[in-house]
């Protein structure tokens, strides 16, 4: 059965750092594509970034700040965040895509205040 934990988010000020990880279970991480997407109070859930094989995509206003990455052993996805800015604050959610199918996890709130 596939599951997506999230972890790592919490409150930090602008220009700090977090680490969020996804740890998936039930299939092959490397072997789909996998994502962050972050959602906004009132706002829609947008894609931050994804990885699939050695292809990364990044939405703009996170590019040189963000980074994606997978573990070596292929169960965890990481999104290493800089620079934090305010409208960074959401809720980030780990994703999954099946053939058919997408998996998502049940998310991590990240939020950016002085």
């Known amino acids: 059965q596939v599951h997506l934990v999230e972890s790592g988010g919490g409150l930090v000020q602008p220009g700090g750092s977090l680490k969020l990880s996804c740890t998936a279970s039930g299939f092959t991480l490397s072997s789909y594509s996998m994502s962050w997407y972050r959602q906004a109070p009132g706002k829609e859930r947008e894609l931050a970034a994804r990885?699939?094989?050695?292809?990364?995509t990044y939405r703009d206003s996170v590019k040189g700040r963000f980074t994606i990455s997978r573990d070596n052993g292929g169960s965890t996805v990481y999104l290493q965040m800089n620079s934090l800015k305010p409208e960074d604050t959401g809720k980030y959610y780990c994703?999954?895509?099946?053939?058919?199918?997408?998996?998502w996890g049940q998310g991590t709130q990240v939020t950016v205040s002085s």
């Open positions: 990885i699939f094989n050695t292809r990364i």
């Open positions: 994703r999954a895509d099946f053939p058919g199918t997408i998996y």
